[in-house]
């Protein structure tokens, strides 16, 4: 069984930031970066400079902006499909 990498580890968002442009980059507790393009996520890419520091992590898996009505999930910014790896850990 493979116990390295970042299989077994539930992400965490720490923080965040726009520091690289066109990018949103996710700062995960276990120490990761995720550098995701703005966009694919056209409701963040509209938001200013002022806009994208008023943001909210709920429960470290739920991003949140003031200016946007849209609740971003990590799963999302992952790209991972909830029921194929629920499946894929069945076996386990």
Do not use: W
């Amino acid at each position: 069984m493979k116990t390295a990498g970042f299989r077994k580890v539930q992400p965490v968002i720490d923080h965040i930031s726009f520091r690289k442009e066109g990018f949103l980059s996710l700062f995960l507790e276990d120490g990761r970066i995720l550098y995701i393009p703005l966009e694919c996520f056209p409701g963040i890419a509209q938001l200013n400079t002022t806009q994208r520091k008023q943001y909210h992590i709920a429960d470290g898996d739920v991003l949140m902006f003031d200016g946007d009505n849209e609740v971003y999930h990590i799963q999302e910014f992952l790209g991972t499909n909830l029921r194929q790896q629920s499946l894929y850990t069945q076996g386990e």
